[in-house]
């Protein structure tokens, strides 16, 4: 499959559904071979998301990685670079969060959510980076989250929501200001990092009845996840570094239209909300 990213490698965590599934197509129209990484090899999604990479015409393949063990994690980027050759692209898109309040997380959990959250992307990074260095060629982009910034007063929406992302929130944080040093380290290498987000919420098939509840009270919060892709790709393509905005403010900045999974399909601009399914209750 020709396309500006032919020939490159991408591995994309968290790639079997959702932002990752989305990102990871949009990365193989592109030309990119694709590696998913995902928990279990025989999770939901897993199987179905590389055979959909591979109709399209594209190379694609998955690695089990569980980002929440630091053993497993330790030769995570030598694995994927297997099936391909060694990693040129990263998106560090898996993330966890169980939507408990900061007052009743346990210590175990906490310690889980920022090893997939913030150690797990750093490692990652510091694995591939030897590789990108030496080609003076490479892209990290980490997917973050509006929770970083703690919402007005009052707090809008369901309480569960705005009490349940408090933590997860300092973990992207964390991401975040990790995404900006390296950035900064690295100017000049022809290595780029940056980080994206939804301006609220992407609407995906995953979403928690928490974040459900929120997209019903303010349908305006709605994010496709093709919306996330697109701003993915763009950092991607080009030569930008230490950004990050959400997604929307990546279009309107670079006044890039949306495409759809095909990459060729104009389906919208920065201005686009999607078409919500949010189930009973809507």
């Not at 408990?100 to 797990?120: E, K, Q, W």
């Amino acid at each position: 499959m020709a396309g500006l990213l032919s020939g490159r490698v991408a591995l994309v965590t968290g790639g079997r559904r959702g932002i990752g599934r989305a990102i990871a197509r949009r990365l193989s129209t592109a030309g990119a071979a694709v590696l998913i990484a995902a928990e279990r090899l025989d999770e939901d999604g897993v199987g179905e998301t590389v055979a959909l990479l591979r109709a399209g015409g594209g190379k694609a393949d998955a690695i089990a990685l569980d980002l929440a063990d630091a053993a497993d994690r330790a030769d995570a980027v030598s694995r994927a670079a297997a099936p391909f050759g060694p990693i040129d692209i990263l998106v560090n898109n898996a993330a966890a969060n169980n939507y408990a309040p900061a007052s009743t997380m346990d210590l175990a959990y906490r310690r889980r959510m920022f090893d997939i959250n913030v150690h797990g992307p750093m490692d990652l990074i510091q694995q591939a980076l030897p590789h990108m260095k030496a080609q003076s060629w490479g892209r990290v982009v980490n997917i973050s989250s509006a929770s970083t910034r703690p919402p007005a007063i009052p707090y809008p929406g369901p309480a569960q929501h705005t009490h349940g992302i408090a933590v997860y929130g300092a973990s992207k944080l964390a991401l975040e200001r990790f995404t900006v040093g390296l950035a900064a380290e690295l100017h000049g290498t022809g290595v780029t990092v940056n980080a994206t987000y939804p301006a609220s919420v992407c609407v995906t098939e995953a979403n928690s009845e928490v974040a459900l509840a929120a997209l019903r009270a303010h349908p305006d919060w709605g994010e496709s996840t093709d919306m996330m892709a697109e701003a993915a790709l763009l950092l991607i393509q080009g030569p930008i570094t230490g950004l990050v905005l959400p997604s929307r403010e990546i279009l309107f900045l670079l006044q890039s239209p949306l495409h759809g999974p095909d990459g060729m399909s104009v389906i919208g601009d920065a201005h686009s909300l999607p078409d919500l399914e949010l189930g009973a209750g809507a």
